[in-house]
């Protein structure tokens, strides 16, 4: 096979930053993907619907002309959230998910939640509109070992909420273990999960043999073989439950080569065409389309997109770019460590 059209896909969880990171990493999704989920972990963060509507106009404005993209917006979920205001911002078409960090799981978590059972009154509501919920998998104690966070998160916190509230739709982002896999896989299908590229690809050995190499450090963490085996098993199994979320996470590359360095790998460039290599590797090309274009659009009930794109093999590997400029410094782009031959173009 050597080209394969599919309808034009959705990122179901990326993150945009703000300013010249916004303007330098938007139009890299917006040129492949019809829509995407934004996380609001910004400083400060989202929080209320007027800040989301704010930021989806900061969005649109730095979008490239000719660019059909739509920004899902999403909320910041803090342990003072008011439910009326996220309800609101619902019903107004204006948010599509929120999104619970758990307090200093990760990259601006700091004003997440401490005690899940303090928003409870947030969850109910949300279970009652049919809001979903976008969950950071990870307990933050630090007695857990980061390898074992997600593991301990489903058992500590996600089944007790799930337990509580049976009807609130639930996506599990970025997971990364069986564990999450298994979890997903033994509920109803208003649990779900969005799986990243970069987790499709490397494991803990990516980040950790053969000298320390921080572009593959994000969280959750990516974890040993067995684990990516499995993930890349879920997407590719034609499961509507499992759907891409990138999770792509720019940082300037200086604060990621450092002693204390960023989590986030940024792969929206390259994202359709890594996919591709992932599913082409599993004998899966069939089913690369309900995994970037389909399953997300039915979880959040909504139509697929109507454009296509179309992605071609080349004979010769495709050069993307080893990083992207933007006004401060430079974002670091994945490299998957195998050549990609790839390319995502629109369909003629
Ligand atoms: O690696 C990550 N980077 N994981 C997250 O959960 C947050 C993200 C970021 O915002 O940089
Ligand atoms: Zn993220």
């Not at 970037?292 to 179309?310: D, H, I, K, Q, W």
């Amino acid at each position: 096979m050597t080209t394969l059209t599919i309808r034009r896909p959705d990122d179901w969880h990326v993150h945009f930053r703000d300013g010249a990171v916004l303007e330098a990493v938007l139009p890299h999704t917006s040129k492949d993907f019809g829509r995407a989920i934004v996380m609001p972990n910004l400083v400060p963060p989202v929080v209320t619907t007027a800040d989301a509507e704010a930021y989806r106009r900061r969005i649109l404005s730095a979008l490239p002309d000719g660019h059909d993209f739509r920004p899902l917006m999403t909320l910041y979920l803090t342990e003072t959230t008011d439910a009326d205001d996220v309800e609101k911002g619902f019903r107004d078409g204006l948010i599509s998910a929120v999104k619970l960090y758990p307090a200093g799981a990760t990259t601006n978590s700091q004003s997440g939640v401490r005690d899940v059972a303090r928003v409870y009154p947030v969850l109910e509501r949300m279970a009652e509109i049919g809001l979903p919920l976008c969950v950071h998998g990870e307990v933050t104690d630090p007695d857990i070992d980061i390898f074992d966070r997600e593991a301990v998160f489903i058992e500590r916190v996600l089944a007790p909420v799930r337990q509580r509230f049976p009807a609130l739709r639930i996506v599990m982002e970025h997971v990364t273990t069986k564990d999450g896999v298994d979890y997903v896989r033994s509920q109803a299908e208003n649990t779900a999960a969005t799986i990243t590229v970069h987790h499709l690809i490397i494991n803990r050995n990516a980040i950790l043999a053969g000298g320390i190499r921080p572009h593959y450090y994000c969280l959750p963490v990516a974890k040993r073989e067995s684990h990516r085996l499995a993930l890349v098993e879920a997407a590719t199994s034609g499961d509507a439950r499992f759907f891409l979320g990138t999770d792509s996470a720019p940082h300037p590359t200086h604060l990621k080569e450092a002693a204390c360095g960023c989590a986030g790998v940024f792969s929206s460039i390259n994202a359709m065409a890594c996919l591709a290599e992932v599913f082409e590797a599993a004998g899966a090309m069939d089913r690369l389309e309900g995994f970037t274009s389909l399953n997300g659009p039915a979880f959040y009930r909504m139509e697929p997109n109507t454009a296509e794109v179309t992605l071609v093999r080349r004979p010769e590997p495709v050069a993307y770019p080893a990083t992207v400029p933007f006004d401060g410094g430079a974002i670091t782009v994945f490299d998957p460590i195998f050549p990609i031959h790839w390319e995502c173009v629109p369909a003629r």
